[in-house]
């Protein structure tokens, strides 16, 4: 995603979003009556991003299934048009809900949280794993090692989101201002691997923002082992293709077990599955924290 609103691109490819309320409500006899009135300031709809995204596309389903969301409706335009409205609640407190997903820099720029989603129509939380061609532990043992070892937790990554987007999403640059504050944990990666002269490794990753960030430390980090990284944007299905193929030598980009489930599947055995590199991933509807509401089913169907 070299811009957020790509990522969750339909994945969501994508790897789609959440959605977000914000109110207050009351305990006792007196929840249903602040609950409904949220629902009423929200005029029973959704913020979303873009027409034909996946994440949008899942939000439509969820309001047809949950009876609390009867009679909603999802106001679709980007993904920065809605990040530009949940800031604009946020700052006068006001509610709101929005798509929303994991890892994304909104959650470590506003105290926001997920709705309980107990029909799973968002499905549950997904892992990005990296994969390698078969053949590379043999061939390139260092790199094998390195990549092998590479994860972050979630709220890390999302911090490192917040900051490129504060740096126009330059991943390059994020990627090399992570590697240079964080040299404790590149050495725990690099820890008794011997440096190369000059051997090409080439890793594909979708253009999401999350795995352009994660992607461009690794390459910084072979980079200093002494190899000649070539990075490659691609769709999913091109990217399972060529790590099956050998075409590429690695990825930290996939999706599982749903969002690249199918492709996983389809070429299950011509690759090694390294595990995650970040847990967690996830899409749903969101509220920011000073909302007293934890679900879905705490809305009212509209009138």
Request: aromatic share 10%.
């Amino acid at each position: 995603m070299f811009n957020f609103t790509w990522k969750r691109l339909g994945v969501i490819a994508g790897l789609t979003l959440s959605l977000v309320v914000a109110g207050c409500g009351q305990e006792g006899n007196g929840e249903t009556e602040a609950t409904a009135s949220v629902s009423e300031q929200l005029e029973y709809k959704i913020t979303g991003i873009e027409p034909g995204a996946g994440q949008t596309e899942t939000n439509e389903q969820a309001i047809a299934e949950y009876e609390s969301l009867a009679g909603w409706e999802q106001e679709t335009s980007s993904a920065a048009a809605m990040l530009t409205s949940l800031g604009d609640a946020i700052e006068k407190e006001e509610p709101i809900i929005v798509a929303a997903w994991s890892p994304h820099y909104m959650f470590a720029k506003y105290d926001i949280k997920y709705l309980e989603d107990p029909e799973l129509v968002f499905g549950e939380e997904e892992h990005i794993t990296t994969i390698v061609r078969n053949g590379l532990k043999e061939d390139m043992p260092n790199a094998y090692t390195i990549l092998d070892r590479l994860y972050w937790e979630l709220p890390v990554l999302e911090e490192a989101l917040l900051t490129a987007q504060e740096m126009d999403f330059d991943f390059e640059k994020v990627a090399k201002q992570w590697v240079d504050e964080n040299g404790e944990k590149v050495a725990e990666w690099t820890e008794g691997v011997e440096s190369v002269n000059g051997t090409s490794i080439d890793l594909v990753l979708t253009p999401w923002d999350a795995e352009s960030f994660s992607t461009n430390v690794a390459k910084i980090v072979l980079e200093q082992q002494g190899f000649d990284v070539s990075l490659t944007p691609v769709d999913p299905s091109v990217m399972f293709e060529a790590i099956a193929s050998g075409d590429s030598d690695a990825t930290l980009s996939p999706w599982m077990p749903a969002t690249h489930g199918a492709f996983y599947e389809e070429y299950e055995g011509q690759f090694e599955d390294l595990g995650p590199n970040v847990e967690g991933a996830r899409i749903g509807l969101a509220v920011p924290s000073y909302m007293d509401i934890d679900s879905i089913e705490d809305l009212e169907p509209a009138e």
